[in-house]
């Protein structure tokens, strides 16, 4: 069951796991199509309805996928599904997924908050009420640890030392926005439910995906959202976009923060690894879940250079930081989980992956330009 089936990540999992023989179902209350709308844009490419998806991927591939339109913060409807599907996996996607968007003001901070914050402990008390066994797989993000000058492991725990004495600790955490600590609290709540009730944990510290096609989307009535504005769109979704409308690709400031990237694809074969592989019963396990790290600077450089393989002149410009954040800095993060499923070994070709992006959003030149106005960062954090 993926909570947030209807969003980016969300539909192309649902794709990917009914292709690998899985029985799926979603929940999703469509949040996300209304709060890009609030903030001036739209997905960079059509989407269907969840239903028109829905019977799409019947008739061209003869996947029976089942949908529910529904509101996780909602104990009652979330337990309801859960308790008539009776999954043995559920994957929580279902959350504002905005940086900026929580940063806008007081309302937009509160509502992360607690769409966020509810959703998790709901999904905790139901998995606990219907049945302590569901693997719970919750999508976090690596921004919840910030850019901390130490390693950073890829465990809930750690060892500290001090005054001389030792004790176990969780693992720091220091994030950069309203919906970055809505994730740290989640971790924290899903720890407790494990330590508590034994719950098996599945915790993935994601970092920012890119791509517009995963090798499941054939056709474009089988396309994912995508999101390329200031409040939504992320860096390279967004230099993407830039690209094809002639705008100097955006980057924050000095352009040296440094993250850990992946493509959609990866994103969706690296989940099918972690369900299909799950975590030991009454474990939790971390995932730092990325492909290559790279400064947002030498992005922009890699999509500037993919642009002019797919027809492309754009220069790059240094816009304002509206975050508050490090530009320079040590970043060096600790992967076991995915290398030992034999991610690291599946075909990738980032330059590859930037063409056919391009390629895919010169398509929707027209659509963009509708959107224009909404690309230039304007949320500041200050
Ligand atoms: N896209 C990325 O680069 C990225 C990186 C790291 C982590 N993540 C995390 O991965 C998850 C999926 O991200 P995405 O890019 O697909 O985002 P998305 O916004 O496209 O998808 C999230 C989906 O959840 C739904 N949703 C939100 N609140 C809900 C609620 N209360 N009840 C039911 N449905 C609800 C939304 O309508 C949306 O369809 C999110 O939790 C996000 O924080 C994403």
């Known amino acids: 069951m993926i909570l947030g089936i ?41 989407i269907l309805t969840m239903e028109e998806r829905v019977r799409a991927a019947k008739e061209l591939k003869g996947f029976r ?112 926005s309203w919906y970055h600590w809505t994730k740290v609290h989640d971790t924290n709540n899903l720890l407790l439910a494990n330590k508590l009730w034994g719950l098996t944990v599945t915790n993935i510290m994601q970092g920012p995906v890119y791509g517009t096609r995963t090798k499941d989307i054939t056709d474009q009535r089988l396309f994912t959202r995508f999101d390329f504005d200031e409040t939504w769109g992320t860096v390279v979704n967004r230099y993407c976009a830039e690209a094809v409308l002639g705008i100097p690709l955006t980057v924050y400031g000095k352009g040296g923060q440094t993250r850990g990237f992946l493509s959609l694809e990866d994103s969706v074969e690296a989940l099918r690894l972690l369900v299909e592989n799950p975590a030991e019963k009454g474990a939790f396990r971390t995932v730092n879940q990325f492909r290559e790290l790279f400064s947002v600077m030498q992005l922009a450089e890699y999509v500037q250079t993919a642009a002019k393989s797919a027809g492309i002149d754009v220069g790059i410009g240094h816009v304002d930081n509206p975050r508050v954040e490090k530009e320079e800095h040590y970043y060096n993060v600790e992967r076991k989980v995915l290398p030992d499923l034999g991610f690291d070994k599946l075909k990738h070709n980032i330059r590859e992956e930037l063409v056919g992006m391009l390629m895919d959003l010169k398509e929707q030149r027209q659509r963009l330009e509708q959107y224009r106005s909404a690309i230039m960062p304007k949320t500041m954090w200050r």
């Open 6 to 46: 209807d969003g980016y990540l969300g539909w192309p999992l649902a794709l990917r796991l009914s292709a690998a023989g899985h029985k799926v179902s979603g929940m999703d209350n469509l949040f996300t199509r209304k709060a890009v709308q609030e903030v001036g844009s739209d997905s960079g490419l059509p």
């Open 65 to 176: 996928i089942k949908f529910y339109r529904g509101d996780i913060t909602k104990y009652k409807k979330l337990y309801s599904v859960i308790k008539k599907e009776k999954p043995d996996t559920i994957i929580d996607f279902a959350e504002e997924r905005s940086a900026p968007y929580s940063m806008r003001d007081h309302m937009h901070a509160a509502y992360a908050m607690q769409n966020n914050i509810v959703g998790t402990i709901n999904l905790i008390y139901a998995a606990r009420e219907l049945n302590a066994n569901i693997r719970i797989i919750k999508m976090g993000t690596m921004g919840e640890y910030g850019t901390p000058n130490f390693d950073i492991p890829e465990a809930p725990y750690m060892k500290a030392l001090l005054d001389g004495k030792e004790d176990i600790i969780t693992t720091p955490k220091w994030a950069g």
